[in-house]
């Protein structure tokens, strides 16, 4: 089959790859589409610990069940549409014991641990796959997964009713969690980024207001701020707008290395809560029932879709911030 491989750090291609076999309690999906995130960038730069090269990147999507494997159960049926949760938890250390799977110590996903969805065919754990109601395209099944994220996120913010909140970058995720957190209850949203595209997005989907930097804010204080940039100069923007009392979620993905400038003093003096965000915990159902309600809109984030002969342009795209969510089709005709 046909893939995307990123052999080393910097080297991304089309090839192709052995046909992947169902193990034990595995369904094979044929993939109709699948997101360009954030962290496949992160792949492709090397900036991504966990990944191993080579690998078949590509943890967002959507597609048929092809094949079932021993022990996949009889809750799946050949040629049924499916959207993936990604996360792959050991189900036996510490955190997972306690409940919180996307701390494992062995923490693995689909596309960014083992081969994932930037192909023809990937093999997932039945159980991860989840029947897609027929009125959800395939693009929106594959955006479940980033509202997975944004459900976890919200729920690690804690209750925003009656809250004003700052968020700090319009991309997919942004403008997921701008969603989530008005249909929570926020009184007042005010998004920035610097793309006027995303920012009129953000406008029709009910933000109060819209700005280009926190600066033009004019030191207007909020009880949340959410930094989903992972660029550190924009998470301490984010903080310097939190009143006293205040909580940040740092939802972004920020490279390893990557520092803030802090003041404990003022961590310490103003009582301001800092929360971090990682992936998908119990999530990934509740999102799909949000999607397919009607209560998130989905089809209208994913601005462009390229085969797998494209991904150079896919990838171009994705990193020149044009349009929201850009996906990979990849039995799309060369």
């Keep these: ?92 250390c510490a955190a997972c014991r306690a409940g919180r799977g996307n701390l494992c110590e062995f923490w693995g996903a689909t596309g960014d641990t083992v081969d994932g969805a930037f192909a023809e065919y990937v093999a997932v754990p039945a159980a991860n796959a989840h029947p897609l109601p027929d009125h959800l395209s395939s693009a929106a099944g594959a955006m479940v997964e980033p509202l997975s994220c944004a459900v976890h996120g919200v729920r690690r913010l804690g209750p925003v009713l009656g809250e004003t909140v700052l968020l700090v970058g319009a991309g997919t995720m942004g403008l997921l969690l701008q969603q989530l957190l008005l249909a929570a209850g926020a009184r007042r949203l005010v998004v920035v ?14 933000a109060t207001a819209t700005a280009t930097s926190v600066g033009e804010l004019d030191g207007e204080r909020f009880d949340a701020a959410v930094d989903v940039t992972g660029v550190p100069a924009a998470i301490e923007d984010a903080l310097s707008a939190v009143r006293r009392g205040g909580r940040l979620l740092i939802f972004g993905v920020a490279a390893a290395e990557a520092r803030i400038a802090v003041s404990p003093f003022r961590i310490y003096n103003d009582e301001i809560t800092v929360i971090g965000s990682m992936a998908v915990l119990h999530s990934y159902a509740a999102a799909l029932d949000l999607a397919a309600s009607g209560q998130v809109e989905l089809d209208p984030l994913v601005t462009a879709s390229f085969g797998l002969d494209d991904h150079a342009a896919a990838f171009r795209a994705v990193r020149t911030g044009a349009g929201v969510k850009t996906q990979i089709t990849p039995r799309a005709a060369a």
Excluded: K, W
Aim: hydrophobic share 40%; charged share 20%.
């Design 1 to 92: 089959m046909r893939a995307l491989i990123v052999d080393r750090p910097g080297v991304l291609r089309a090839g192709e790859v052995p046909d992947p076999t169902p193990g034990h309690g595995e369904v094979i999906v044929e993939v109709d589409a699948c997101g360009i995130c954030g962290t496949d960038l992160h792949i492709l730069d090397g900036e991504f610990p966990p990944a191993p090269y080579p690998l078949v990147p590509g943890h967002e999507f959507a597609g048929r069940v092809a094949a079932l494997g021993p022990g996949a159960g009889t809750g799946l049926e050949v040629g049924q549409r499916v959207a993936v949760d990604p996360s792959l938890f050991c189900g036996h």
């Design 193 to 206: 980024d610097r793309n006027a595209e995303r920012l009129a997005v953000a406008a029709r989907l009910g």
